[in-house]
Each structure stands twice: as structure tokens, then as C-alpha cells.
């Protein structure tokens, strides 16, 4: 939908047209510049805006299509600028992306946007409170909106910072979700990276074009400044990254010792148990032998014929005392006992 329009005459706000038919006829009257503000548009509201101002079919395709990467094109006398903003909600901890049409021209400046951010009711409103900066056209407005864009980036810069500070934490507590919120976390700051990244591509091709197309000095000074800023936005955003894959491998480390301390206390506890086991075994062993003696003797035959024996009694003694000493000897030589 149409939210804001107006036409600008020698850097001041004229009257508000009501629709895009009148802006289009007070532009034509008073021969200033117009600066038509869009909000997820329908189709038919691009296409009039596009047979006014004579748009590149190509460039209207990817403004109703949406899912532009950051780029910067010229057609002709146009320019057709894409940018993607973002902001950090507190709530849910995320990096919310948005897309960002700019047209200008000669004499018009027309945004799309499909989310919430930018701000761009701030951008014209510092805008109209500097008209010597509006004199200079089109281009201040989009150098404008590039910086607010930019300004934008800080607050998520600082979120996604806080973030990682927080995974540094749980990191050392034993977290078992510090994974996944690394993972997450690392997919927002790719995404920040998209953003930003073809952002610098894009301010370099505006100040490629200082020269060709005669821009003000006031303006290549913001430009460069904006440009400033956007460098340290984007490394910050590598730092983020290159902190993250850090995290990451730490956390595989720590999980791998956790592993190596779990299995060294059960083995440990398996050779604890075999030392049991053995002294279970060697006693029963020992006392296996004359067991076995006494059951011989026990079954009372009679035909056996140690049964009737003066000596068989002590005999069966001294045979049961001899095997279970000389078990005994065997088994702590070898350390069972």
C-alpha cells in the first residue's frame, strides 16, 4: 500500500497527493522531485509507478518478486537498488531480515518495502529538517536511506555479540543445548553476512560513479562515511562467525573429554569388578576341592574301600587341607587373592 508520498520543490515538502495519480500530475506541474514510499505493494501499484517513470521491465520483475539479493543496477538514467536490513528482536533472540526496493531517477525516488525496517518515516523526517540536503536530489535520498540501513545493522550487531557472550557461558557449565544454539545462532549470523557482505559492493559502485555522473561533495562525503561503517559492520559479522566455528570446536573438545572421563571411570569400574570376580572364583575354587573330597566320601558304598580304613578319616582331612592350600598358593602367586 501507498504510506507516504509527497513532492518535493527546491527541498521542501509541497502538499500531500492522495494517490499515486495525483503525485504523478503535481510532479509534472511544479517540476520538483517525488519520493513515493510503498508497503508490500500489490503487483498493479508497481506496474502504474513503472509506466510513469519508464522503470526497466527487468528491474519491476524483481521488485514484485521480492527475494533479492543486495545489489545495485543501473538502467539508463535509473538506478535500482536492493538492500536487505535487519533487526534483533529481544523476545525470541533472532535476526529478523527484511527486503528493501529503491528506484531513483532524475527527478523521483520510489521505496518498496516488504518488512517492517527500515525506518525510512525517520529517514524522510531528518530529510525534510535538512532541505539543503534534499536540494541535492534523488541521490541524497538514497544515500540516506543506505545509511539508515547501516545504522540499523548496529543494534543486531550488539544483540548477536550478547549472544555469543551467553554461549562462551554454557559453553563451560555443561549446556547440553549449547549445540543447537550454536548451530541457530550461526545460521542468523550467515545471514547477517548475506546482508552485509553485497552491501560494500554496492557503495562501491556508487562511488565508482562519483565522477562519471558529477555527485556532490557533501554527498561522496557521507557516502564515504556510511562506507566506513559498513566495513566494520561486515567484519564484525566474520569475527562473529569465526567466534561461532571457535565455539563450536570447543564444544566438540569438551564433549569428547567428557566421553574419555566417562569411559576411563566405567573402565575402571569393569576392572574394579574382574578383581572382585577373580577373588570370588579363586575362593570358590578353594573351597570347591574339599567340598568335592567330602561328597566323595560321603556316599557311603560299601564296597568302597578306604570306607572301613584306620587312617581314611585323617586321610580325607589331610587330602582336603593339601588341595585347598595348594590352591590357595596358586591363586596369590597370580594375584587373585
Known sequence: MLVNNAVY???LRGPDPDSLDATYELLRETGGMAWIGLYRPDPEEIRS???EFGLHELAVEDAIAAHQRPKLERYGTTLFTVLRPARYIDSTEQVEFGELHV???ADFVVTIRQAETPDLG???ARLEHAPELLRLGPEAVLYAIVDQVVDEYAPVVAGLENDI????DQLFKGDPQVSRRIYELSREVIGFQRATHPLLEVLSSLEDGFDKYDVELELRRRLRDVNDHAIRIVDRADAFRSLLQNALTVQTTLIGQQQNEEMRTLTEASLAQNEEVKKISAWAAILFAP???GTVYGMNFDRMPELHWYYGY??????MLATSTMLYGIFKRRRWL
Open 9 to 11: 520543490v527546491d527541498g
Open 291 to 293: 567340598t568335592l573330597v
Open 103 to 105: 528506484f531513483t531517477g
Open 122 to 124: 525517520q529517514v524522510r
Open 49 to 51: 509507478v513503472a509506466r
Open 165 to 168: 557472550d551467553e554461549i562462551e
Open 314 to 319: 585323617p586321610a580325607a582331612l589331610t587330602l
